[in-house]
């Protein structure tokens, strides 16, 4: 769950389209479509750390595909398509009203992001031209 969540914080700080991705109990990569070089562990786990530490609440939402399309802004994560044809689709939102993220997901998460705890990047790999890998993993930066 914390691992999870993390995951979605970091689509956050990192708002690219996700190319792939796997999530393991302590640790996870997450694929970005994304040629910059000018990011670096350093800010992402800054970033990353200011959300967890500012404490925003998680929550689910179920909405209709109907609301989804008469505002489309409900899913600030871009990179996330809803899946198609179902009646409601649940979002999990972050923040009081969402203002830092929603996006569809099925998956367990924790309530507020303090829960996540220290995490940090160990490492963003070049995984061609114009994809980065973002090794996550909890504790300190080393
Ligand atoms: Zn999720």
Known sequence: MK???AC????VVCPYPITGAAVNIDNSRVDFDLSLATITKEETTEK????VNANHPVYTKWI???ELDSDPSIIKSQNVRPPRGLEKIRLVCIGENACIDSQPCGGTHVTETAEVG???IRKIEKKGKENRRFRLQFGDTI
Request: glycine share 0%; net charge neutral; no cysteine.
């Open 118 to 120: 220290k995490i940090h």
């Open 64 to 66: 209709s595909e109907t």
């Open 8 to 11: 979605h914080l970091l689509s």
């Open 48 to 51: 990353l750390m200011a959300l």
């Open 3 to 5: 691992m999870h969540t």
